[in-house]
């Protein structure tokens, strides 16, 4: 499933291949279950002549704010295995995509997803969206003191607690293992029961596997 990194990435990936300043001319659904709010007969009408204005991302959902009237903002969720790719229009697409949105330029936001699991809402503001969710791993506001508020009196297993979106955003199984064996803390232990030094040390790990992560996918992109 896509995590925090490869979230970031799609989202750095869309804004080097030029998306935000294009508009989008059509819009085909495939799959009507993965919209989400309003209908998908009302989504693809409400996008069709709106121009993309910037790629943002919270936590694991990207934000697509619009141009003109209407609700503003277009969300995606890629759920387990969605990736979003910007085409020619005269290039085949994946067999497992399943939405298609032409632009003005030639070319295709095209979304893949082949367990369908992926989610659009287009909506007035990302909050109707959003659940509750920590501060950005990399944001001022996620501090030890605040991670270790998040544990206080829970005896639930801390591996439990990483991927609760509320206490960190983004964090999925892989980089809650990773960051969990880096810090030398065992996935099982009761959240609470950890000192403040572990807290500190978890906080970190998490900091440094997100960032290695992000590295990779840099790296991936700057040879491309």
Known sequence: MPELPE???????????GLPGCTITNVNITWANTVKKPSAAKLAEGLKGRTIQDVQRRGKYLILPLSGGGPATFMIHLGMTGRLRVQPLSEDPDPMTRHFFP???????????????????????PSEVLPTMSPEPFDDGFTVETLAESFAGRKAPVKALLLEQSIVCGLGNLYADE????????????ASGLSIDEVARLRQAIIESLAAAYGVYDRARDQH
């Open 7 to 17: 979230v970031e990435n799609t989202r750095r990936n869309l804004v080097r291949a």
């Open 103 to 125: 632009l003005d330029d030639g070319r295709e936001l095209r979304f893949v997803d082949g367990r369908k699991f992926g989610k659009l809402w287009l909506v007035d503001s």
């Open 179 to 190: 960051s969990l064996f880096l810090a030398g803390v065992h996935p099982e232990r009761p």
